[in-house]
C-alpha cells in the first residue's frame, strides 16, 4: 500500500483526528476488534482504509446517539441484527431520557430560585398563607442575613419541595404553638416547669420544618425574640410580655439537658 501522506488511507494520529475521537480511544476500539486498521503504509505503519474509515464514522454517530459498544458491534457485524428497530429502540430511550433530563432542568431552575428568593409563593400566596401582616420582603431579608449559612441552604432547598398547602400546614402548626405558648404563659405557668419546657420542645420540632433546630440554636433564636424589633413584635402582639416569657423558658429547658445559655453557640 502506498504512504498516508498523499493517499486515502490514513495513520492512527490523522484518522482519530477526523473521526473527533482520541488516538488511545481508536487504539481500544483496535484492542477490542471493534476497528482495526486493515492495511499497511509503504512504511510499515498500519492505516486506515476508506472501508476503516466508514466504519469509524458510523461508530462515532451510534456512540453519539447512546449505543453501547457492543450493541454498536451487532449492528455493525451481525447480520441478523434489525438495525432499524434498533434505532427505533434507541429513539425510545433518547426520548425517555430527553423527558427526564427536562424534567431535571425543571427541578434545578426551582432549587436555584429557592435558595435566592427563599419562598417559592408569589406576594399574594405569601400574605394569604403567613396573614395580613407578611411582608414578602423578609425571606429576601433573610437571605442577605444569612444566605451563606448551612441553614439557608437547608430552608431552600425545604422550600423548593413545598407547595402553597405545605406551606400552609408549617405556618397553621406555629400559629398553635405560638397560640399554646399565650395560653400557659395566661396560666402561670413559669419557665422550667413541665408545660413551658413541653411547649418549647413543641416550637423546636414545628421550627425545624424550616431547618433542623438544635436547642443552643433555638438559645440564640429566642435572644432575638427578645431583641430584634420584628420578633420583639410579633411575639409582643400576641401577648405582652410573651417575647420575654418564651426567651427564659427556652433557656430553662436549654439547662435542663445540660446547655449554658450563656455560651450556646449557632451550631
Avoid at 240 to 255: D, K
Wanted: hydrophobic share 40%.
Amino acid at each position: 500500500m502506498p504512504d498516508d501522506s498523499g493517499t486515502a488511507d490514513l495513520t492512527v494520529g490523522r484518522a482519530a483526528a477526523l473521526a473527533g475521537v482520541t488516538v488511545r480511544t481508536l487504539h481500544h476500539w483496535d484492542d477490542i476488534g471493534l476497528a482495526r486498521p486493515s492495511a499497511r503504509s509503504s512504511a510499515g505503519y498500519r492505516v486506515y482504509t476508506d472501508v476503516d474509515q466508514e466504519r469509524l464514522r458510523r461508530i462515532v454517530v451510534y456512540r453519539e446517539l447512546g449505543l453501547g459498544l457492543d450493541a454498536i458491534r451487532r449492528l455493525l457485524d451481525d447480520q441478523a441484527t434489525d438495525i432499524l428497530t434498533a434505532l427505533r429502540t434507541q429513539q425510545g430511550e433518547l426520548a425517555a431520557r430527553i423527558a427526564r433530563l427536562t424534567a431535571l432542568q425543571a427541578d434545578l431552575e426551582r432549587m436555584v430560585s429557592a435558595h435566592e428568593r427563599g419562598l417559592m409563593l408569589n406576594e399574594g400566596e405569601q400574605r394569604a398563607v403567613f396573614g395580613p401582616d407578611w411582608n414578602p420582603a423578609w425571606p429576601l431579608d433573610a437571605r442577605r442575613r444569612w444566605g451563606d449559612t448551612v441553614q439557608w441552604q437547608q430552608y431552600a432547598e425545604r422550600s423548593a419541595a413545598r407547595d402553597a398547602g405545605e406551606w400552609q400546614a408549617v405556618a397553621d402548626a406555629m400559629r398553635e404553638v405560638e397560640s399554646a405558648l399565650a395560653t400557659a404563659m395566661d396560666a402561670g405557668a413559669a419557665p422550667g416547669t413541665a408545660d413551658a419546657d413541653a411547649l418549647v420542645e413543641r416550637h423546636r420540632a414545628v421550627f425545624s420544618a424550616y431547618f433542623p433546630l438544635t436547642r443552643e440554636m433555638q438559645v440564640i433564636l429566642g435572644r432575638l425574640f427578645t431583641t430584634d424589633p420584628g420578633y420583639a413584635a410579633h411575639y409582643d402582639g400576641i401577648r405582652p410580655g410573651l417575647a420575654e416569657w418564651f426567651r427564659r423558658s427556652i433557656e430553662a429547658e436549654a439547662r435542663r439537658h445540660g446547655v449554658d445559655p450563656e455560651s450556646a453557640t449557632w451550631r
